[in-house]
Every structure is written in structure tokens, then in C-alpha cells.
């Protein structure tokens, strides 16, 4: 089946640095990847969606500025924090899009904490 | 605005009971609508999706039914398990490749033995 890996599955910042998360396919190629956040008490929130061969295009109020990512081939992806702060804090998820039943598959998340 | 309302917060089930969970929605252009189980400390797993050409879909305990004149959906577990207790999500989208999901806030479940 297919499979989408996270790392780090749980890490730790101090406030104002950057922390960089990475997302691999396995098994299948990923069209699009996702990126989510899950904060405490709230629900998921898209960040971007990046799609290869196509810009990646971010929600409101997330910026390439903050969440740059980078989707070099159709397995892997990375997505990094910059100068992090509480309101960062949440589970970030990686969702890939297989090319051929068009369904998002989460990965384990990274749990960001910001000391 | 919410797009996607899903009731209740939270659920507690004997074991072999029947757990249902629903969902509305706002937007009549949203045509896919996956459910998510999330277990703690883990990502959303993908448990069922429906189409809005469709009114139900079954697989194993597992039954969404979908509404499209109400906007409505809801997911029903069969036969409930301990093992099931864990967070439940609707979610919604425009297109069936589901890439921008917008989801419900989630409903948890505890299914006691």
C-alpha cells in the first residue's frame, strides 16, 4: 500500500529559529503534496499544495517567506519553519497524491513544540 | 465561517453498538467527501470517501451516507470496537483528487467494552 513517511516524527525549537521537516513517498509517485498543520483545539490548515512542474501555491496567511518547500522529484518533499514561534506549534502533516486514484495519504506528521 | 460543521465534539459507545457520526456542509460545488480516522500522536488515516454522485458507500463496518439536497453526510461504524476509539474527520473538496481539503473539526470516539 502505499506509504508516506515523515521526519522528524517529533522535534523541538527554541523560539526564533527555523526547523526543517521532510516528507518521502514510498511505493507510489506523489503528483502533489500537501502540507498541513494541525494546532491545538483547531483543525487541520492547509499551507500549500505543490505540485511538480507547477508553482506551489500557498493559502492565506502562510507565505513562501515563513513555509518554503521544496518538491524536487515525485517522492520527496520538504517543507521548513522559519524563525518559529509559539503560534507555529502543531502537528504538520504531509499529504501525497498518487496519480491514480487521486487520494490524499497522510504521512505520521512532525509535531513541532517551540520553547 | 466554518465550511464543514461536524457533530458531535465527541461520542462514547458500548462495544457492538453503532457509532454515527455526521457532517454538513456549505458549498454545493464540493463533490468529495473523504472521512479520516486519527488515532493519538498519529496522522489522519484515510477510512472512507463517497462521491456526491453517490448516496452510500460501504466498506466492511464502515457506511457513509451522503445527502446532496440536504448537504448532509455521516459515517456509520457497525459492530463497534475499542479499537476504533479515536478522532474522526470529514472532510470536503471540489474535486475528487481531494489536493485541497477542507475539513471538519472532528469528532472524538471512545468505544468502551
Known amino acids: 500500500g502505499a506509504l508516506v513517511y515523515q521526519y522528524p516524527r517529533r522535534t523541538i525549537c527554541k523560539s526564533g529559529t527555523s526547523m526543517r521537516m521532510e516528507c518521502q513517498a514510498v511505493?507510489?509517485?506523489?503528483?502533489?503534496v500537501a502540507w498541513y498543520r494541525q494546532s491545538p483545539q483547531k483543525t487541520f490548515e492547509l499551507i500549500a499544495l505543490?505540485?511538480?512542474?507547477?508553482?506551489?501555491?500557498?493559502e492565506q496567511n502562510f507565505t513562501q517567506e515563513k513555509f518554503p518547500i521544496s518538491h524536487p522529484n515525485l517522492s520527496f518533499s520538504s517543507m521548513t519553519v522559519l524563525n518559529a514561534y509559539l503560534e507555529d506549534r502543531g502537528l504538520y502533516l504531509c499529504?501525497?497524491?498518487?496519480?491514480?486514484?487521486?487520494?490524499?495519504?497522510f504521512g505520521h506528521g512532525t509535531k513541532l513544540s517551540v520553547l | 465561517q466554518q465550511q464543514v460543521r461536524q457533530s458531535p465534539q465527541s461520542l462514547t459507545v458500548w462495544e457492538g453498538g453503532t457509532t454515527v457520526l455526521t457532517c454538513s456542509y456549505e458549498?454545493?460545488?464540493?463533490?468529495?467527501f473523504p472521512w479520516y480516522q486519527q488515532f493519538p500522536g498519529e496522522g489522519p488515516a484515510l477510512l472512507i470517501s463517497?462521491?456526491?454522485?453517490?448516496d452510500k458507500k460501504e466498506d466492511g463496518r464502515f457506511t457513509t451516507f451522503f445527502n446532496k439536497r440536504e448537504k448532509k453526510l455521516s459515517l456509520h461504524i457497525i459492530d463497534s470496537q475499542p479499537g476504533d476509539s479515536a478522532t474522526y474527520f470529514c472532510?470536503?473538496?471540489?474535486?475528487?483528487?481531494?489536493?485541497?481539503?477542507?475539513f471538519g473539526i472532528g469528532t472524538r470516539v471512545l468505544v468502551r467494552p
Open positions: 463517497i462521491l456526491s454522485v453517490s
Open positions: 505543490s505540485t511538480v512542474n507547477s508553482a506551489i501555491k500557498y
Open positions: 499529504g501525497a497524491l498518487t496519480g491514480t486514484n487521486e487520494r490524499l495519504f
Open positions: 458549498d454545493s460545488t464540493f463533490n468529495y
Open positions: 472532510a470536503a473538496s471540489r474535486n475528487s483528487a481531494g489536493n485541497k481539503l477542507t
Open positions: 511505493g507510489f509517485q506523489a503528483t502533489s
